[in-house]
């Protein structure tokens, strides 16, 4: 066994992982109000660590045929570490006890461990490190009288999607005879039914992590359940995860067109149905809720482009995906009645009581409709460019409609921002430290926006 | 080198004045109003020193091309040549008489409202400029957001319902060029190899007829939409009536040239086999929009709903003129875009400025301005009669040109057995009277018979109104008595353009 790679091939998680222990102790300790500040340094030092792996190009096999560090996988850690801090500074006035920070650091923990799995063991017990603490998490926040139903209902769905992925990844291993990651290009290449229904159940089981239609309904559930900084952990970190679970999956396989058709089937039905039904909703979380069911599914549709350009493109769509979600979150207006708060009349006219807030919130919002010069826009322009390349013609044009369908969702918002009389009893703002996680997420943003270049050529 | 420096310091102006605006406090409305005029000032000055010192006989200049998006071949590609080079006088022209003009109408979150007009700017500047079709996407789009604020805050009672509407219509067409247009570079570089956005490499590619006519019907859709060419206007009588008269003087004076400029550029030249195909259909919308619009103008009792509905008949000679394929017709053309702006911008202007007096725009709440208001009047029945088309004004040069090129492309067709062509340049004709009878209808209703106006007394023009009306004036007679150096910057673009959407026929007929 290789202490040395193990040591420092896993330094991120280390450093989280002593961040979880260090927590721990400062509850038995009766330190309980240090909570912030330690989860604070432990995903820092954990982002250092991430970032001087990036920086020297480090790769690694800390265990061989279970996990490896790539390339690859040190631009996934970097991504769900960088996006931790600010999810960490919107938290610290909901939360000041231990017990958040020790299970926010612990599915943290898992969506760092994701994109390095080389076997479906390591996979799976990533998945499900990230998940669990998740289920607590939206109960945590008791934030509404649904809190536990909504709790209930993600752990029973994702539970389902924990079954399907094992059953898959039996199947490709009475298959193949292999738990490795490679199981699943082996089995599909074999052409037997028997792998292409483990292949496929696999699949089913990520799709529903990522709430792809049909297997949303967990979603706007959970994101109106939990607490603000908790949805934003959710649309950002934990959507990272589930898909680069699915690209530490598929990454350059060629899909049989069978799980080609259907993949594109139910991400073209995310796309509409989220769009959709976001245009209905009254709270913003419910409305984030299906709009990040829509994004899922532009997601999901990069697999459908050619194996090289697809960690690129979902890479950089998440990064502009997530960026501008915690963008939004960090800019909505938080006083002490969630309920209230929430909906989306509460959001009338803030461009009149803050107007920076309001106007990143609303570019947070024409990103997530695509448009351009917004980061959105060219994250999705790459998406589709990719499945187009691959000559599927028609299935692009359906997706460009589909993302149509959004864009009234979005200007409804930036018209109640800009457009409307404020409440009477508007009194909410956002908190002094959403104002550091605003300006350290929309900076970056801006970045994008600006020099898409240097990004798209550094994945 | 420094000239296209100057270039990008033309089109960067606005976006940092935007950035500006927004640090400056907003309870300094002195400031932030002076602030923007200086900018627009600046700016125009900028640009009529580079129109200036344009080459006719050279193409594409002041150039600037800089790697962007290195690994897709975006380059950010901006210049000066004879397609563009009127519109971006036009746009500069008119920037600071939009400022001016909304001196006394805008006082709600005035800071936002001139970041917002700075920002238009920005991006109809970009779209013009851009040489390179990525970057002329996002410029093309980023218009929308400014526009969308602007009807949706400091627009009338039904504003929020307009400004979806602009919104949603022009943004389809967008989202099906976007498709055209990945499928567009996603075809050279199959076939060439090469990955570019480059005008100028897209504009050589020869597709197959099929895949033409579909990825023309996307752009084409994108720019009728924007033109807008019957039956795709609905949303342009909203968006006019709901906006405020700032709005409607960018709507009228430069966004709706946005179409036109798109198909004279882009969707003609890439697409020449498939425009040659649909050139009949084409030219029968656009004389079916020229009459329509005309018919529809005849019948309103809201005066800006009829400048909303002659725009789209004036449009109409636009496109006919780029249709014809005669040298003649679209160089008019070009012209009646520059006069269609100069006109129904500063139509739109004195519409606000009564609305600013009466806070009515019911035709029939007013009578006998010419005795109540008589420098008002004079301006208001000069620019009626160059909408109209009189001879000495920019309306006649650009309409009577366009006509001339569909007239000689009708002869040659009918010559040819084909007597379409002909009747549609005959019923064109027939919107030119249209056209007087309803905007002499208009003027007469509102500036003879008997004095009467929802608010009196009424005073005349002041300073800041003369200014701008007399700056609008003199462009438009400027145009009308001297066309001649505006013609001889758009000849070499417009011999290059006919070059290019009949070339391929030539070589076939050689086959």
Known sequence: MNVGAILIGMLPEHLLLGGVVTLMLAEIAGRREAGFAIALGAVLAALAAAGWMALTGFAGTPFPGHLSVDALAVTGKLLVLGLAFPVLLVSRDDFRDTRY???????????????????FTTL?????????????????????????????????????????????????????????????????SGGQPLALAGAALVVLALLLKSAIVPFHAWAPDAYEAACVPVTAHMASIVKSGALLAALTVIGTTTLPASLLMLIATLALASMAWGNLAAIGQAGFRRLFAYSSIAHAGYLWFAFLGAGEGRSEAIVYYLIAYALMGLV???????????????????LQGLFHRQPLAAVLLAAAMLSLAGLPPLPGFVAKFLVFQNVLAAGHVALAVLGLLASYLGLYVYLRVVQALFMAESPADASARPRALAWLALTLTALPAGWLMFFPGSVLGLL | MADSALLNLVLWLPFAGMLALALLPAARAELIRGLSLALMAVQFALVAWLVARFDPAQGLQFATDLPWIPDWGVHYRI?????????????????????????????????????????????????????DLFVFYVFWEAMLIPMFLIIGIWGGERRVYATM????????????????????????????????????????????????????????????IKVPMVPLHTWLPDAHVEAPTTGSVILAGVLLKMGTYGFLKLGFPLFPEATRELAPWLMGLSVAGILYGACLALVQDDIKKVIAYSSISHLGYVMIGLLSFELVGIQGAIVQMVSHGLVAGGLFLMVGMIYERCHSRKIADYGGLAKLMPLYSVAFLLLTLASVGLPTTSGFTGEFMALLGAFAAGWKAQAAGDSLMLVYAVLAVLGVVLGALYMLRLAGAL????????????????GR??????AILAAVFWLGLAPGPALELTEGAAREYRAIVLGHAATEGGQ
């Open chain 2, 79 to 131: 210049g000066l040549d004879g397609y563009n080079v009127l519109l971006v006088a036009l746009t500069a022209f008119l920037g600071p008489l939009v400022v001016l003009g909304a001196q006394r109408a805008v006082t709600k979150d005035l800071k936002l409202f001139h970041a917002m007009i700075q920002g238009i700017q920005f991006a109809m500047l970009g779209t013009f400029l851009a040489q």
């Open chain 2, 447 to 462: 500036l003879f018979g008997a004095e009467r106006a929802p608010h009196a007394p009424l005073n005349d023009l002041d």
């Open chain 2, 465 to 470: 109104e003369r200014a701008i009306l007399v």
């Open chain 1, 101 to 119: 920070y020790a299970l926010l650091l612990s599915s943290l923990y898992g969506a760092s461990l994701i994109p390095a799995a080389e076997s």
């Open chain 2, 165 to 224: 509407k602009f919104v949603l219509y022009t943004a389809f067409g967008s989202i099906l060029m976007l498709a055209a247009l990945i499928y567009l570079v996603w075809t050279l570089n199959q076939t060439t190899g090469v990955r570019s956005f480059a005008f100028a490499d897209l504009i050589g590619l020869n597709l197959p007829l099929d895949a033409q006519l579909w990825l023309l019907a996307a752009f084409g859709l994108s720019f009728a």
């Open chain 1, 124 to 188: 799976f017990l990533a998945i499900e490190l990230l998940s669990l603490p998740v289920y607590v998490l939206v109960m945590i926040g008791m934030q509404r009288p649904g809190g536990t139903e909504a709790a209930l209902k993600y752990l029973v769905l994702g539970s389902t999607a924990t079954a399907m992925l094992l059953m898959g990844i039996s199947l490709l291993y009475g298959v193949t005879g292999s738990m490795a990651i490679t199981a699943f290009a082996d089995g599909l």
């Open chain 1, 328 to 346: 939004a979150f960090s800019a909505l207006p938080r006083g002490t009645d969630d309920a209230r708060e929430d909906r989306l009349a509460a």
